[in-house]
């Protein structure tokens, strides 16, 4: 089992900037990626980045430029610094874990991010 924790979420302005941290305890599973996911009222969860234990990452269009995952492995924390902040990036944000060799995935309990204009 694997416990993800998140914290960090809030009210932004928009251009505005957040950080959101999530820490994994627990069975560890190595390799792995991390990530984070969103999801606004009315729609599906979406992908907003991911980055591997071996720091390769992977990020939504939409936030390219924006926003910015990091991890510290020593910690199992993941970091999204999210800048330039804009309306419809209001959502519950989800942290994620998975193995790399596994297919379970594991989910934080959300923190929510609304950014006003």
């Known amino acids: 089992q694997v416990q993800l924790v998140e914290s960090g979420g809030g009210l932004a302005q928009a251009g505005g900037s957040l950080r959101l941290s999530c820490a994994a305890s627990g069975s560890i599973f190595s390799p792995n990626v991390m990530g984070w996911y969103r999801q606004a009222p009315g729609k599906q969860r979406e992908l907003v980045a991911t980055?591997?234990?071996?720091?390769?990452?992977t990020y939504a269009d939409s936030v390219k430029g924006r926003f910015t995952i990091s991890r510290d492995n020593t910690k199992n924390t993941v970091y999204l610094q999210m800048n330039s902040l804009k309306p419809e990036d209001t959502a519950v944000y989800y942290c994620?874990?998975?193995?790399?060799?596994?297919?379970?995935?594991?989910w934080g309990q959300g923190t929510q991010v609304t950014v006003s204009s």
């Open positions: 994620s874990f998975r193995g790399l060799l596994q297919t379970r995935i594991y």
């Open positions: 980055i591997t234990s071996g720091g390769s990452t």
